[in-house]
């Protein structure tokens, strides 16, 4: 099949993920030096990439980053939600779990932008913490060549069963991610967020096991803060990620930071589309979204 080459593939789905990013340093010592700049994109698995990415792209109006196509082993479509991107995608074959009569749609990883991926491996390396080996997309390059669009690296420890974690790092031959990012938060600020008045994503809440454990391994890539309801970890201008205690390892809602919450609630019960409500707190109706858990607060 005739690839797209535009700023369609975000992602690398067959190469799945893992993550990095300096943090401050833990106890005595030098601060380490930052190394992520930010969560770049996340990735939802669904059995029905067309239907969620209308619901983003048409219902939400959130910019489009790369329209949904059929790659070699996946369909992917993406969306900018401000300082990150929202990528939908489904498996072709025995990977895609999620295929069926009633399209499913689950969290299915992050990708995160180092400042250098080389740079990033010696310090992953110094950590200790392991990483598979940086796996090369080639494909066709804006200018017409042959040649690597982005290269990622699986964070193999913070990489779960039913979690992908991993580093992504574009060609600047064919991607400047800031600069596409600025663009697609531009095209979001002109239309005043859409109907719900989206600003960013907020946060993305991670369900742990060992939350001792995992949180003393994700200090070791990103900035963390707070400790009352698990760490909370942030770098750049992108999402926090919060930690918390759970019977899988997963990531279980994120939270769309919103101008408005009565306003976004308007939006949502004319459209039947409200979950639960809480006065800091508002849901999208799962059951419109494929079982997703996407919450909104206010700014």
């Given amino acids: 099949m005739r690839r797209r080459n535009p700023a369609l ?48 792209a048409d219902i939400l109006q959130l910019p489009v980053a790369w329209p949904v196509a059929d790659f070699s082993g996946f369909t992917s479509g993406g969306v900018g939600a401000g300082n990150v991107n929202i990528e939908v995608l489904r498996f072709a074959g025995p990977k895609g779990l999620l295929s069926g009569r009633r399209p499913r749609a689950r969290f299915l990883g992050l990708a995160l932008e180092p400042y250098r991926l080389a740079d990033c491996l010696t310090e992953l390396a110094d950590r200790g913490i392991p990483h598979g080996p940086p796996q090369t997309y080639v494909s066709t390059l804006p200018d017409g060549s ?32 800031e600069i596409r990012r600025n663009q697609l938060a531009g095209q979001l600020a002109l239309r005043n967020g859409g109907p719900l008045g989206v600003r960013s994503v907020k946060e993305i809440v991670i369900g742990t096991r060992d939350l001792a454990g995992d949180g003393a391994d994700w200090r070791k890539l990103l900035p963390a803060s707070g400790t009352s309801s698990g ?36 939006f949502l019960s004319d459209r039947r589309l409200l979950g639960a409500t809480s006065p800091d707190q508002i849901a ?16």
Wanted: with cysteine; hydrophobic share 50%.
């Fill in 9 to 56: 593939p975000y992602l690398a789905p067959l190469l799945f993920a893992a993550i990095c990013q300096g943090a401050s340093a833990q106890g005595a010592g030098p601060a380490l030096k930052p190394l992520i700049r930010q969560v770049d994109h996340v990735l939802i698995e669904t059995g029905d990439p067309a239907a969620l990415f209308a619901f983003f």
């Fill in 146 to 177: 042959q040649g690597t669009l982005w290269t990622n690296v699986v964070l193999t420890r913070l990489s779960k069963p039913g979690l992908s974690v991993f580093l992504c790092e574009y060609s600047s031959a064919f991607l400047h991610a």
């Fill in 231 to 266: 760490a909370l970890l942030r770098s750049g201008n992108g999402p926090s990620i919060r930690l918390i205690a759970a019977s899988a390892d997963r990531i279980q809602r994120i939270l769309l930071e919103v101008g408005s919450l009565r306003t976004a609630s308007r």
């Fill in 284 to 299: 999208i109706d799962p059951s419109k979204i494929q079982g997703l858990a996407i919450h909104l607060v206010e700014r």
